[in-house]
């Protein structure tokens, strides 16, 4: 398949635009085709195929089978045969992502960027990686076969973003950056802003729902608008199209009409931050954080999670009920010497049960967690005034419901 992605763009005149790093890449993605698709026909796919071998099933609008079914792989080969000879998109959209060293690299087997966004540098499946060097390495990687660069500003550390190529530009929200989103104003559930280009504004924009995550996701969007010169006026149509994502900071409406900040796709240190910062802006007679273990930190996850205990703030915060064992173990125990009070739990299931009565009038609850051995969205999906709604949750098919009930069995 990486052939025919090489042998497609041989025959085609579109681009490709990558996006890397280690958080926020497929919400970045996402309001990226949102903010695009106002100008341009671009193909990406919603759900996060980014891996060597679904990569190229982008490309060609195609969904990946069982791997062990050679008969199904083999339709696919010669359905994308057909789609060689006529191509209607003008941007194809993808999404690459690491587990280990060295596969970063392989992308360039197939994959020539004519932009990366790079989102973050930050740790990532640490047990394969020896410190924050490597995976800086293995980021960085997609630099050698990408055109032009779009970094993350403000969760690039400098030492790394010295290591750009000249053909970087930079966004963000909190540096001083190439393109940049400034008198950020948060008022109730809604964010306005402008875009700064230039020393200039752009656009002025305004966004329901949105929170300081999904604002670095608007600006790698505006910085890649801007590289393709896009109208201002198209910008801030697509920034409004810009829909909230399964786990992904999106808001649902819970028990006792509390609302609830559902971010239960994944965990790392600096997006839980970015989470409770989140929380932390709202009003509410009662403010809860549900925190599950941030996986895949290897030797690092001890003090992760102290650091983000210790960045629960007892005055905005009238409870953290935390899930997991290094979120119980440490991130709890940093939490409670600053002055939170705690509740610890092994499985979802059972921090929901506890957490039901407790819930006050207007409440505004967090859930954030890592997959295994979490799966925080289960506690939600408690939570939620209108049980229809746990449809709009991550991983809810019948092959995870199948995975949740082994490992936390009811």
Excluded at 65 to 84: C, D, G, M, V, Y
């Amino acid at each position: 398949m990486g052939w025919q992605v090489r042998r497609l763009r041989a025959r085609h005149d579109f681009k490709v635009i990558a996006v890397a790093g280690s958080i926020g890449k497929t919400s970045t993605k996402l309001a990226i085709a949102r903010v695009l698709s106002q100008a341009y026909r671009v193909k990406f796919q919603e759900g996060n195929y980014n891996d060597l071998v679904t990569v190229p099933l982008i490309f060609f609008g195609g969904q990946a089978p069982n791997i062990f079914n050679p008969f199904a792989w083999l339709r696919i080969f010669w359905r994308n045969q057909k789609a060689l000879k006529r191509y209607p998109y003008e941007i194809v959209l993808v999404e690459v992502s690491t587990d280990g060293p060295g596969q970063i690299k392989q992308f360039s087997r197939y994959l020539r960027a004519d932009i990366t966004v790079l989102t973050a540098i930050a740790p990532e499946h640490m047990e394969f990686f020896a410190d924050l060097d490597a995976v800086a390495r293995e980021e960085l990687d997609i630099t050698t076969f990408s055109d032009k660069i779009l970094a993350n500003q403000d969760l690039i550390p400098r030492e790394y973003l010295a290591d750009l190529p000249d053909n970087t530009t930079t966004y963000g929200i909190k540096q001083p950056a190439d393109i940049r989103l400034s008198n950020i104003k948060f008022s109730d559930q809604e964010a306005s802003f402008d875009i700064i280009h230039k020393g200039g504004k752009f656009l002025h924009a305004a966004h329901e729902q949105i929170s300081e995550p999904q604002l670095y996701s608007v600006g790698a969007a505006g910085a890649v608008a801007v590289e393709l010169d896009m109208t201002a006026a198209a910008v801030e149509q697509g920034i409004r199209a810009i829909k909230p994502v399964s786990g992904r900071m999106q808001h649902l409406k819970g028990l006792n009409h509390s609302t609830i900040i559902d971010d239960t796709y994944n965990a790392s240190p600096e997006a839980m931050k970015a989470a409770l910062d989140t929380l932390y802006r709202y009003w509410a007679p009662q403010k809860i954080a549900i925190l599950g273990n941030m996986n895949e930190l290897g030797g690092y996850s001890a003090s992760e999670h102290r650091k983000v205990g210790e960045y629960c703030d007892r005055r905005e915060l009238d409870l953290v009920i935390t899930i997991g064992p290094d979120a119980n173990k440490y991130l709890a125990a940093a939490a409670k010497d600053k002055g939170c009070q705690i509740e610890t739990f092994t499985d979802p299931y059972a921090a929901a049960e506890f957490l039901k009565p407790q819930i006050k009038e207007g409440a505004v609850i967090l859930a954030k967690g890592s997959q295994n051995g979490v799966f925080a969205e289960e506690a939600v999906k408690l939570l939620l005034a209108n049980p229809a709604d746990a449809k709009k949750l991550v991983r809810q098919s019948s092959d995870w419901l199948k995975i949740k009930h082994k490992a936390f069995p009811r």
